[in-house]
Protein backbone atom coordinates (compact mmCIF):
# COMPACT_ATOMS: atom_id res chain seq x y z
CA UNK A 1 0.00 0.00 0.00
CA UNK A 2 1.79 3.33 -1.21
CA UNK A 3 1.70 6.76 1.35
CA UNK A 4 -1.17 8.48 -0.17
CA UNK A 5 -3.64 5.06 0.28
CA UNK A 6 -2.37 4.23 3.74
CA UNK A 7 -2.85 8.20 4.66
CA UNK A 8 -6.51 8.12 3.30
CA UNK A 9 -7.23 4.95 5.46
CA UNK A 10 -6.12 5.87 8.27
CA UNK A 11 -8.13 9.30 8.11
CA UNK A 12 -10.86 7.14 7.54
CA UNK A 13 -10.25 4.28 9.77
CA UNK A 14 -7.85 5.47 12.70
CA UNK A 15 -7.48 2.43 14.47
CA UNK A 16 -5.60 1.04 11.34
CA UNK A 17 -2.53 2.97 12.65
CA UNK A 18 -2.68 1.61 16.15
CA UNK A 19 -3.23 -2.16 14.11
CA UNK A 20 -0.08 -1.07 12.29
CA UNK A 21 1.83 -0.12 15.42
CA UNK A 22 1.21 -3.34 16.66
CA UNK A 23 -0.79 -1.81 19.80
CA UNK A 24 -3.13 -3.77 21.26
CA UNK A 25 -6.65 -2.27 20.18
CA UNK A 26 -10.21 -3.02 21.14
CA UNK A 27 -12.89 -2.37 18.29
CA UNK A 28 -16.33 -2.51 18.99
CA UNK A 29 -18.32 -3.07 15.92
CA UNK A 30 -20.65 -0.06 14.76
CA UNK A 31 -22.39 -2.17 12.04
CA UNK A 32 -23.59 -5.08 14.40
CA UNK A 33 -27.66 -5.38 13.97
CA UNK A 34 -30.25 -7.15 16.13
CA UNK A 35 -30.69 -10.63 15.84
CA UNK A 36 -33.69 -10.20 14.13
CA UNK A 37 -32.35 -7.73 11.39
CA UNK A 38 -29.24 -9.87 10.95
CA UNK A 39 -30.57 -13.09 10.47
CA UNK A 40 -33.62 -11.58 8.00
CA UNK A 41 -31.11 -11.35 5.29
CA UNK A 42 -28.82 -14.35 5.78
CA UNK A 43 -28.12 -16.96 3.48
CA UNK A 44 -27.48 -19.69 6.07
CA UNK A 45 -30.55 -20.70 8.47
CA UNK A 46 -30.87 -22.53 11.80
CA UNK A 47 -32.31 -25.62 9.61
CA UNK A 48 -28.28 -25.73 7.93
CA UNK A 49 -26.99 -25.87 11.49
CA UNK A 50 -29.63 -28.45 12.20
CA UNK A 51 -28.70 -30.59 9.28
CA UNK A 52 -25.50 -30.39 10.56
CA UNK A 53 -26.21 -31.53 13.78
CA UNK A 54 -27.98 -34.29 12.43
CA UNK A 55 -25.38 -35.61 10.37
CA UNK A 56 -22.83 -35.48 13.48
CA UNK A 57 -25.89 -37.46 15.32
CA UNK A 58 -24.87 -40.23 12.32
CA UNK A 59 -22.09 -40.32 12.55
CA UNK A 60 -21.73 -41.31 15.88
CA UNK A 61 -21.51 -45.32 15.76
CA UNK A 62 -18.92 -44.59 13.44
CA UNK A 63 -16.56 -42.88 16.10
CA UNK A 64 -17.42 -45.21 18.81
CA UNK A 65 -16.15 -47.63 16.26
CA UNK A 66 -12.89 -45.95 14.55
CA UNK A 67 -12.00 -43.82 17.75
CA UNK A 68 -12.73 -45.58 20.92
CA UNK A 69 -12.05 -42.58 22.63
CA UNK A 70 -15.27 -41.01 22.13
CA UNK A 71 -17.01 -44.01 23.72
CA UNK A 72 -17.31 -41.87 26.91
CA UNK A 73 -19.74 -39.50 24.89
CA UNK A 74 -21.20 -41.96 22.48
CA UNK A 75 -19.50 -40.72 19.90
CA UNK A 76 -20.26 -37.40 20.21
CA UNK A 77 -17.01 -35.55 20.00
CA UNK A 78 -18.03 -32.27 22.61
CA UNK A 79 -15.61 -30.68 25.23
CA UNK A 80 -16.09 -29.73 28.66
CA UNK A 81 -17.08 -26.32 29.69
CA UNK A 82 -15.72 -25.65 33.25
CA UNK A 83 -16.01 -22.73 35.75
CA UNK A 84 -12.34 -21.47 36.26
CA UNK A 85 -12.30 -19.02 40.10
CA UNK A 86 -8.88 -19.67 40.30
CA UNK A 87 -8.03 -18.16 37.59
CA UNK A 88 -10.17 -15.45 37.63
CA UNK A 89 -8.26 -14.71 41.61
CA UNK A 90 -5.12 -14.70 39.76
CA UNK A 91 -6.29 -12.01 36.69
CA UNK A 92 -7.85 -9.66 39.47
CA UNK A 93 -4.08 -9.68 41.43
CA UNK A 94 -2.09 -9.49 38.14
CA UNK A 95 -4.14 -6.79 36.37
CA UNK A 96 -5.21 -4.95 39.64
CA UNK A 97 -9.10 -5.19 38.91
CA UNK A 98 -12.18 -6.71 40.48
CA UNK A 99 -14.15 -8.96 38.21
CA UNK A 100 -17.11 -9.60 39.48
CA UNK A 101 -18.93 -12.05 37.08
CA UNK A 102 -18.51 -15.60 36.62
CA UNK A 103 -15.53 -16.54 34.04
CA UNK A 104 -16.13 -20.13 32.19
CA UNK A 105 -14.28 -21.48 29.88
CA UNK A 106 -14.84 -23.97 27.15
CA UNK A 107 -11.85 -26.72 26.48
CA UNK A 108 -12.08 -27.34 22.79
CA UNK A 109 -8.19 -27.56 23.56
CA UNK A 110 -9.38 -31.53 24.82
CA UNK A 111 -11.84 -32.72 21.92
CA UNK A 112 -11.43 -35.84 20.94
CA UNK A 113 -9.71 -36.85 17.98
CA UNK A 114 -7.79 -33.71 17.32
CA UNK A 115 -7.66 -31.53 19.80
CA UNK A 116 -8.49 -28.51 18.31
CA UNK A 117 -11.45 -26.41 17.86
CA UNK A 118 -10.76 -27.82 14.15
CA UNK A 119 -12.13 -31.36 15.39
CA UNK A 120 -15.55 -29.34 14.94
CA UNK A 121 -15.45 -27.97 10.91
CA UNK A 122 -12.69 -30.15 9.80
CA UNK A 123 -13.73 -33.57 10.96
CA UNK A 124 -17.72 -32.47 9.24
CA UNK A 125 -16.41 -31.46 6.35
CA UNK A 126 -14.91 -34.65 5.94
CA UNK A 127 -17.70 -36.39 7.09
CA UNK A 128 -19.97 -34.59 4.34
CA UNK A 129 -17.94 -35.83 1.80
CA UNK A 130 -17.68 -39.32 3.21
CA UNK A 131 -21.80 -39.85 3.24
CA UNK A 132 -21.71 -38.88 0.11
CA UNK A 133 -19.53 -41.15 -1.50
CA UNK A 134 -21.18 -44.04 0.87
CA UNK A 135 -24.53 -43.49 -0.45
CA UNK A 136 -23.40 -42.90 -3.96
CA UNK A 137 -21.20 -46.22 -4.29
CA UNK A 138 -21.45 -48.09 -1.10
CA UNK A 139 -25.59 -48.01 -0.73
CA UNK A 140 -24.95 -46.68 2.65
CA UNK A 141 -28.53 -45.20 3.45
CA UNK A 142 -29.51 -42.68 6.30
CA UNK A 143 -31.26 -44.87 8.63
CA UNK A 144 -28.44 -47.53 8.78
CA UNK A 145 -25.90 -47.43 12.01
CA UNK A 146 -22.93 -45.92 10.03
CA UNK A 147 -20.42 -48.13 12.16
CA UNK A 148 -20.52 -50.00 8.95
CA UNK A 149 -18.12 -47.54 7.21
CA UNK A 150 -15.45 -48.59 9.42
CA UNK A 151 -14.73 -51.47 7.89
CA UNK A 152 -12.42 -52.62 4.37
CA UNK A 153 -15.30 -52.35 2.14
CA UNK A 154 -15.65 -48.56 2.74
CA UNK A 155 -12.01 -48.19 3.05
CA UNK A 156 -11.66 -48.97 -0.20
CA UNK A 157 -14.33 -46.85 -1.65
CA UNK A 158 -12.97 -44.44 -0.15
CA UNK A 159 -9.36 -45.11 -1.23
CA UNK A 160 -10.31 -44.13 -4.82
CA UNK A 161 -10.98 -40.11 -3.55
CA UNK A 162 -8.56 -37.73 -2.30
CA UNK A 163 -8.79 -34.84 0.33
CA UNK A 164 -6.38 -31.77 0.28
CA UNK A 165 -5.97 -29.11 2.51
CA UNK A 166 -3.93 -26.17 3.49
CA UNK A 167 -3.81 -25.24 6.76
CA UNK A 168 -1.60 -23.57 9.17
CA UNK A 169 -1.32 -27.00 11.46
CA UNK A 170 -4.65 -27.41 13.26
CA UNK A 171 -6.97 -27.56 10.19
CA UNK A 172 -4.40 -29.77 8.67
CA UNK A 173 -4.46 -32.49 11.84
CA UNK A 174 -8.02 -32.37 12.29
CA UNK A 175 -8.91 -33.61 8.23
CA UNK A 176 -5.60 -35.45 7.79
CA UNK A 177 -6.36 -37.62 10.61
CA UNK A 178 -10.09 -37.95 10.15
CA UNK A 179 -9.58 -38.30 6.27
CA UNK A 180 -6.68 -40.95 6.43
CA UNK A 181 -9.00 -43.24 9.01
CA UNK A 182 -12.11 -43.30 6.67
CA UNK A 183 -9.11 -44.76 4.12
CA UNK A 184 -9.01 -41.19 1.81
CA UNK A 185 -5.90 -40.29 0.36
CA UNK A 186 -5.13 -36.81 1.80
CA UNK A 187 -2.89 -34.35 0.83
CA UNK A 188 -1.56 -31.48 3.98
CA UNK A 189 -0.38 -27.74 2.41
CA UNK A 190 1.33 -26.57 5.43
CA UNK A 191 2.74 -22.71 5.78
CA UNK A 192 5.90 -21.76 6.76
CA UNK A 193 4.85 -21.64 10.46
CA UNK A 194 3.54 -24.72 11.18
CA UNK A 195 4.87 -26.68 13.99
CA UNK A 196 7.57 -29.99 13.15
CA UNK A 197 5.81 -32.13 15.24
CA UNK A 198 2.16 -31.31 13.56
CA UNK A 199 3.60 -32.36 10.02
CA UNK A 200 5.61 -35.74 11.78
CA UNK A 201 2.72 -37.15 13.70
CA UNK A 202 0.51 -36.83 10.60
CA UNK A 203 3.65 -38.34 8.23
CA UNK A 204 2.97 -41.36 10.59
CA UNK A 205 -0.45 -40.96 9.97
CA UNK A 206 0.45 -42.10 5.81
CA UNK A 207 -1.10 -38.38 5.41
CA UNK A 208 1.43 -36.60 2.39
CA UNK A 209 2.26 -33.17 4.29
CA UNK A 210 3.87 -30.37 1.38
CA UNK A 211 5.49 -27.64 3.34
CA UNK A 212 6.25 -24.44 2.13
CA UNK A 213 8.33 -21.29 3.20
CA UNK A 214 5.51 -18.82 3.00
CA UNK A 215 2.51 -18.11 4.66
CA UNK A 216 -0.71 -19.52 5.25
CA UNK A 217 -2.56 -18.03 2.33
CA UNK A 218 0.12 -19.57 -0.09
CA UNK A 219 -0.54 -23.27 1.22
CA UNK A 220 -4.29 -22.51 0.77
CA UNK A 221 -3.67 -21.67 -2.91
CA UNK A 222 -1.29 -24.49 -3.81
CA UNK A 223 -3.81 -26.53 -2.26
CA UNK A 224 -6.53 -25.30 -4.33
CA UNK A 225 -4.87 -25.21 -7.82
CA UNK A 226 -3.48 -28.84 -7.09
CA UNK A 227 -6.96 -30.14 -6.46
CA UNK A 228 -8.74 -28.05 -9.30
CA UNK A 229 -6.93 -30.44 -12.00
CA UNK A 230 -8.32 -33.58 -10.09
CA UNK A 231 -11.97 -34.50 -10.42
CA UNK A 232 -11.33 -37.49 -7.33
CA UNK A 233 -10.24 -34.65 -4.78
CA UNK A 234 -12.38 -32.89 -2.59
CA UNK A 235 -10.13 -29.35 -1.49
CA UNK A 236 -11.52 -28.61 2.14
CA UNK A 237 -11.67 -24.88 1.28
CA UNK A 238 -10.44 -22.84 4.28
CA UNK A 239 -11.22 -19.09 3.94
CA UNK A 240 -14.42 -20.05 1.88
CA UNK A 241 -16.42 -23.24 2.93
CA UNK A 242 -19.78 -23.12 4.06
CA UNK A 243 -19.57 -26.45 5.54
CA UNK A 244 -16.78 -26.02 7.81
CA UNK A 245 -18.77 -23.24 9.22
CA UNK A 246 -21.63 -25.32 9.80
CA UNK A 247 -19.73 -27.75 11.31
CA UNK A 248 -18.47 -25.49 14.18
CA UNK A 249 -21.66 -23.93 14.18
CA UNK A 250 -23.42 -27.17 16.11
CA UNK A 251 -21.36 -26.33 19.08
CA UNK A 252 -23.75 -24.06 20.39
CA UNK A 253 -26.52 -26.28 21.19
CA UNK A 254 -24.07 -28.16 22.69
CA UNK A 255 -23.42 -25.14 24.81
CA UNK A 256 -26.67 -24.47 25.47
CA UNK A 257 -27.61 -27.96 26.90
CA UNK A 258 -24.22 -27.76 28.91
CA UNK A 259 -24.90 -23.98 30.67
CA UNK A 260 -28.98 -25.39 31.60
CA UNK A 261 -26.98 -28.86 33.09
CA UNK A 262 -24.82 -26.21 35.06
CA UNK A 263 -28.37 -24.35 36.38
CA UNK A 264 -27.18 -21.46 34.08
CA UNK A 265 -30.07 -19.41 32.43
CA UNK A 266 -28.77 -16.64 29.68
CA UNK A 267 -31.42 -14.20 29.76
CA UNK A 268 -31.86 -9.76 29.04
CA UNK A 269 -30.53 -9.83 33.02
CA UNK A 270 -28.02 -12.21 32.52
CA UNK A 271 -25.88 -12.54 28.69
CA UNK A 272 -23.58 -14.20 27.72
CA UNK A 273 -20.22 -12.75 26.38
CA UNK A 274 -18.40 -14.95 24.28
CA UNK A 275 -14.35 -14.66 22.89
CA UNK A 276 -13.26 -16.45 20.35
CA UNK A 277 -9.61 -16.88 18.79
CA UNK A 278 -9.89 -15.60 15.09
CA UNK A 279 -7.53 -16.73 12.55
CA UNK A 280 -8.88 -17.31 8.72
CA UNK A 281 -12.12 -16.45 11.07
CA UNK A 282 -14.41 -19.88 9.98
CA UNK A 283 -14.20 -21.39 13.60
CA UNK A 284 -14.79 -18.43 15.91
CA UNK A 285 -17.17 -17.47 13.06
CA UNK A 286 -19.22 -20.57 12.46
CA UNK A 287 -19.47 -20.97 16.50
CA UNK A 288 -20.59 -17.40 16.81
CA UNK A 289 -23.34 -17.83 14.16
CA UNK A 290 -24.35 -20.64 16.20
CA UNK A 291 -24.46 -18.78 19.30
CA UNK A 292 -26.44 -16.18 17.52
CA UNK A 293 -29.12 -18.95 16.61
CA UNK A 294 -29.04 -20.35 20.44
CA UNK A 295 -29.19 -16.76 22.23
CA UNK A 296 -29.99 -13.97 20.23
CA UNK A 297 -29.32 -10.90 21.46
CA UNK A 298 -28.53 -12.35 24.77
CA UNK A 299 -24.89 -13.34 23.67
CA UNK A 300 -22.16 -10.85 22.49
CA UNK A 301 -19.53 -12.56 20.59
CA UNK A 302 -15.78 -11.24 20.49
CA UNK A 303 -13.22 -11.91 17.98
CA UNK A 304 -9.17 -12.25 19.29
CA UNK A 305 -6.52 -11.71 17.42
CA UNK A 306 -2.76 -11.53 17.85
CA UNK A 307 -1.44 -8.08 17.58
CA UNK A 308 1.23 -9.66 14.66
CA UNK A 309 -1.88 -10.96 12.29
CA UNK A 310 -4.83 -9.22 13.42
CA UNK A 311 -6.56 -9.52 9.45
CA UNK A 312 -10.39 -9.81 10.82
CA UNK A 313 -9.59 -6.69 13.15
CA UNK A 314 -8.20 -4.72 9.94
CA UNK A 315 -10.84 -6.32 7.51
CA UNK A 316 -13.88 -5.23 9.32
CA UNK A 317 -12.69 -1.87 11.30
CA UNK A 318 -12.14 -0.88 7.32
CA UNK A 319 -15.12 -2.50 5.80
CA UNK A 320 -12.79 -4.15 3.41
CA UNK A 321 -12.71 -7.76 4.96
CA UNK A 322 -10.49 -10.00 2.25
CA UNK A 323 -9.93 -6.83 0.37
CA UNK A 324 -6.60 -6.04 2.67
CA UNK A 325 -4.12 -7.89 4.44
CA UNK A 326 -2.17 -7.36 6.99
CA UNK A 327 0.91 -6.94 5.02
CA UNK A 328 -0.96 -4.06 3.48
CA UNK A 329 0.10 -1.89 6.54
CA UNK A 330 3.76 -3.30 7.09
CA UNK A 331 2.89 -6.08 9.73
CA UNK A 332 4.56 -9.21 9.64
CA UNK A 333 2.03 -12.07 10.42
CA UNK A 334 4.87 -13.46 13.07
CA UNK A 335 3.57 -14.67 16.03
CA UNK A 336 3.29 -17.69 18.24
CA UNK A 337 0.05 -18.12 18.12
CA UNK A 338 0.15 -20.89 15.62
CA UNK A 339 -3.76 -21.21 14.72
CA UNK A 340 -3.93 -17.22 13.93
CA UNK A 341 -0.77 -16.84 11.50
CA UNK A 342 -3.18 -15.45 8.93
CA UNK A 343 -2.44 -12.26 7.42
CA UNK A 344 -6.12 -12.06 5.35
CA UNK A 345 -9.57 -12.92 6.61
CA UNK A 346 -11.88 -15.26 4.78
CA UNK A 347 -14.11 -12.88 2.86
CA UNK A 348 -17.00 -15.14 3.42
CA UNK A 349 -16.79 -15.20 6.86
CA UNK A 350 -16.25 -11.30 7.59
CA UNK A 351 -19.26 -10.14 5.38
CA UNK A 352 -21.04 -13.12 6.80
CA UNK A 353 -20.79 -11.99 10.67
CA UNK A 354 -20.78 -8.41 10.68
CA UNK A 355 -24.22 -8.17 11.51
CA UNK A 356 -23.48 -10.40 14.20
CA UNK A 357 -20.41 -9.66 16.35
CA UNK A 358 -20.01 -7.26 19.01
CA UNK A 359 -16.26 -6.34 18.26
CA UNK A 360 -12.67 -7.51 17.85
CA UNK A 361 -9.37 -6.91 19.95
CA UNK A 362 -6.28 -7.86 19.61
CA UNK A 363 -3.52 -9.26 21.99
CA UNK A 364 0.49 -9.24 22.19
CA UNK A 365 2.74 -12.63 22.21
CA UNK A 366 3.71 -11.52 25.12
CA UNK A 367 0.25 -11.49 27.05
CA UNK A 368 -0.50 -14.91 25.64
CA UNK A 369 2.48 -16.25 27.10
CA UNK A 370 1.33 -14.99 30.35
CA UNK A 371 -1.89 -15.76 30.09
CA UNK A 372 -0.26 -19.73 29.59
CA UNK A 373 1.43 -19.51 32.24
CA UNK A 374 -1.16 -18.11 34.78
CA UNK A 375 -3.83 -20.57 33.61
CA UNK A 376 -1.36 -23.58 33.84
CA UNK A 377 -0.27 -22.11 37.21
CA UNK A 378 -3.87 -21.72 38.75
CA UNK A 379 -6.57 -24.20 37.35
CA UNK A 380 -3.84 -26.70 36.22
CA UNK A 381 -5.01 -26.49 32.76
CA UNK A 382 -2.36 -26.32 29.91
CA UNK A 383 -3.08 -24.62 26.04
CA UNK A 384 -1.56 -23.75 23.26
CA UNK A 385 -1.33 -19.57 23.30
CA UNK A 386 -3.28 -19.23 20.50
CA UNK A 387 -6.01 -20.63 22.79
CA UNK A 388 -5.37 -17.80 25.28
CA UNK A 389 -6.54 -14.97 23.02
CA UNK A 390 -9.96 -14.95 24.90
CA UNK A 391 -8.51 -14.67 28.27
CA UNK A 392 -7.78 -10.50 27.46
CA UNK A 393 -11.41 -10.15 26.17
CA UNK A 394 -13.22 -11.54 29.00
CA UNK A 395 -10.60 -8.99 31.56
CA UNK A 396 -11.39 -5.94 29.10
CA UNK A 397 -15.36 -6.44 29.38
CA UNK A 398 -15.53 -7.28 33.02
CA UNK A 399 -17.92 -4.65 34.14
CA UNK A 400 -20.48 -6.21 31.29
CA UNK A 401 -23.06 -7.82 33.86
CA UNK A 402 -23.00 -11.74 32.39
CA UNK A 403 -21.33 -14.78 32.55
CA UNK A 404 -17.93 -14.57 30.51
CA UNK A 405 -16.74 -17.26 28.54
CA UNK A 406 -13.06 -17.80 27.27
CA UNK A 407 -13.33 -20.46 24.20
CA UNK A 408 -10.10 -22.12 24.17
CA UNK A 409 -9.19 -23.56 20.84
CA UNK A 410 -6.26 -25.82 21.10
CA UNK A 411 -3.88 -27.69 22.83
CA UNK A 412 -4.00 -31.28 23.97
CA UNK A 413 -2.21 -32.30 20.82
CA UNK A 414 0.84 -30.79 21.46
CA UNK A 415 3.80 -32.71 22.84
CA UNK A 416 4.63 -32.01 26.35
CA UNK A 417 7.82 -30.51 25.91
CA UNK A 418 6.80 -28.05 23.61
CA UNK A 419 3.50 -27.38 26.47
CA UNK A 420 6.73 -26.64 28.72
CA UNK A 421 8.85 -24.27 26.46
CA UNK A 422 5.77 -22.04 25.86
CA UNK A 423 5.17 -22.50 29.76
CA UNK A 424 8.32 -21.33 30.56
CA UNK A 425 8.36 -18.65 27.84
CA UNK A 426 5.15 -17.78 30.59
CA UNK A 427 6.99 -17.36 33.35
CA UNK A 428 10.22 -15.31 31.87
CA UNK A 429 8.14 -12.68 30.15
CA UNK A 430 5.50 -12.68 34.03
CA UNK A 431 9.21 -12.47 35.83
CA UNK A 432 10.42 -9.32 33.62
CA UNK A 433 7.30 -7.21 34.28
CA UNK A 434 8.12 -7.86 38.12
C1 LIG B 1 -7.72 -22.55 13.70
C2 LIG B 1 -7.60 -22.09 15.06
C3 LIG B 1 -8.28 -20.96 15.52
C4 LIG B 1 -9.12 -20.06 14.66
O1 LIG B 1 -9.91 -20.65 13.68
P1 LIG B 1 -10.09 -19.95 12.26
O2 LIG B 1 -11.14 -20.74 11.60
O3 LIG B 1 -8.79 -20.05 11.54
O4 LIG B 1 -10.43 -18.53 12.51
C5 LIG B 1 -8.12 -20.62 16.84
N1 LIG B 1 -7.34 -21.32 17.67
C6 LIG B 1 -6.67 -22.42 17.28
C7 LIG B 1 -5.84 -23.16 18.26
C8 LIG B 1 -6.80 -22.84 15.96
O5 LIG B 1 -6.12 -23.92 15.56
Redesign the pocket.
Known sequence: MIGEEYKTLVRDCPIVAELAEGKEVFWINGKKKSFVDAIADCELSSADVRDASARLKRFAPYFMAAFPETRATGGIIESPLRAIPKMKEALEIEYRVEMNEQLYIKLDSHLAVSG???ARGGIYEVLCVAEQIAMREGGLSLEDDYSVLHSEKYREIFSKYSIAVGST???GLSIGIMSAKLGFRVTVHMSADAREWKKKMLRSKGVKVIEYAEDYSVAVENGRREAESDPTCHFVD?ENSRTLFLGYAVAAERLAEQLSKEGIEISADYPLHVYL????????GGVAFGLKLAFGDNVHCYYAEPTHSPCMTLGMATGLHNKISVGDIGIDNKTIA???A?GRASGFVGRFTEPFIDGCYTVKDERLSELLAMLWDSEDIRL?P??LAGVHGAVQRRDDRGLHLIWA??GSMVPPDELRKYYNEGKRVKGEKL
Open positions: SIKGNLDPCGVGGGPDGLVESATG
